[in-house]
């Protein structure tokens, strides 16, 4: 009898199934967090290689604007100050040297001028392929591209303080 009571007290539980183990419990909480990080990073490179693929291909059909291109490549006014200078200088170009003397008030040397220029050249190229200036010969000049840019930029700019001066009188 007693062997019988046992029995069926056994048939009688429910057994639960198995809980198993998260991924967090299994390599650890950091491991995972960073598992999930190195996932997050590979998509997110892969839709901006998306993005910059379909923007190379839509190339012909963007019209830039300056502030645009000052967003993306300059950091600061210091970077700001040099593409207007060398705008301003024209397509010749001007050395980095003749550049930080003219820049004297944001104490730059020359070899910081042409690392900003560098650098502003590869983010420009990471976002939309351009170059923002080149270098000819010692000498940096904008490209084509940006001096077109910063021309209809400062055509604007003209002709609005024409019509202004027209208001006037």
């Avoid at 993306?72 to 006014?77: L, M, S, T």
């Avoid at 593409?83 to 200088?89: A, I, M, R, S, V």
């Avoid at 040397?109 to 000819?136: A, D, F, P, T, Y």
């Amino acid at each position: 009898m007693i062997e019988q009571s046992a029995h069926t007290q056994r048939d009688n539980t429910i057994q639960k199934p198995k809980k198993k183990r998260s991924q967090v419990d299994k390599i650890g909480r950091i491991k995972y967090t960073l598992q999930l990080l190195k996932e997050i990073r590979n998509e997110m490179a892969d839709i901006k290689f998306m993005q910059r693929t379909i923007f190379s291909g839509l190339k012909g059909f963007f019209n830039f604007q300056k502030p645009f291109i000052e967003k993306v490549a300059c950091q600061d006014e210091v970077d700001v100050a040099i593409l207007q200078l060398l705008y301003e200088k024209g397509e010749g170009g001007v050395l980095p040297k003749d550049i930080a003397y003219m820049l004297s008030g944001y104490q730059v040397k020359r070899h910081q001028v042409s690392r900003r220029l560098i650098r502003m050249n590869k983010r420009l190229e990471k976002e939309i392929g351009q170059h923002v200036v080149e270098k000819r010969g010692w000498k940096w000049a904008l490209t084509s591209f940006t001096y077109n840019i910063w021309g209809i930029a400062e055509g604007e700019l003209t002709s609005v303080s024409v019509k202004d001066l027209i208001d006037k009188e």
